[in-house]
């Protein structure tokens, strides 16, 4: 009689990458070697915690022969860490020569995508205003044009809309006249129609 021979789990581990989609973590699991596609594994052995909160797998599909692509819902914005573990083993991930994979504890994902970015100009445009003291006027005008932008839409004529909240570097330049001399000029970036403290700039105009 023939000894029972049974096909150990695999033990090489998974490179695991994120992205965030506007109300959703994207979560791919890239495995080293082709696996079987026909099956995978239940949701409930995946083990994702995004900043330290365990967070629910609530759906999943194949890439391609190597990445399985898992959803995590309600994730506000862009986390700083998201970390998954997989509690198997489990006949329905493994490899194309049958052998399941074996259970992972936690490992940092990475973030699969850019960070957001976007920038708009506008060069010689007519956009003119009659200023009262001590007053904020929002520049915006048909003449300003978008940029090149990654999670951002420019709208308004004036404004850039971010869809991942977060910390960012801003960059900005402006050139005005004043029909009046004798005067000076405050500019400013705006976060939400507020003026930001430190990137004020002063222009004093010695003549009209």
């Known amino acids: 009689m023939s000894p029972i021979r049974t096909a150990r ?25 082709a696996m079987d596609q026909t099956v995978k594994p239940a949701h409930g052995l995946w083990v994702c915690e995004v900043d ?6 609530t759906a999943s599909a194949w890439q ?7 959803t995590v819902p309600n994730i506000a914005s862009l986390p700083d860490r998201v970390t998954l ?16 994979w074996e259970p992972w504890g936690p490992i940092l994902s990475s973030d699969a995508t850019l960070l957001p ?6 060069n010689e445009i007519d956009w003119q205003q009659a200023a009262a003291q001590n007053v904020w006027y929002t520049i915006s005008d048909a003449d300003i044009s978008v940029g090149t932008t990654h999670k951002m839409t420019f709208q308004n004529n004036q404004e850039l809309l971010i869809a991942v909240a977060g910390f960012y570097l801003l960059n900005y330049y402006v050139s005005v006249e004043c029909s009046i001399a004798g005067k000076h000029v405050l500019t400013a970036p705006e976060v939400d129609g507020v003026e930001l403290p430190m990137g004020k700039t002063h222009h004093e105009f010695g003549r009209a």
């Open 9 to 33: 789990p695999y033990a090489a581990k998974a490179i695991i990458e994120h992205e965030f989609d506007v109300d959703h973590l994207n979560v791919f699991v890239t495995f080293r070697f």
């Open 52 to 57: 330290d909160v365990e967070k629910a797998v």
């Open 64 to 70: 391609d022969a190597w990445t399985l692509l898992l």
């Open 85 to 100: 573990e997989y509690e198997g083993p489990s006949k329905n991930l493994r490899i194309t020569w049958q052998k399941q």
């Open 117 to 122: 970015y976007g920038s708009f100009k506008g």
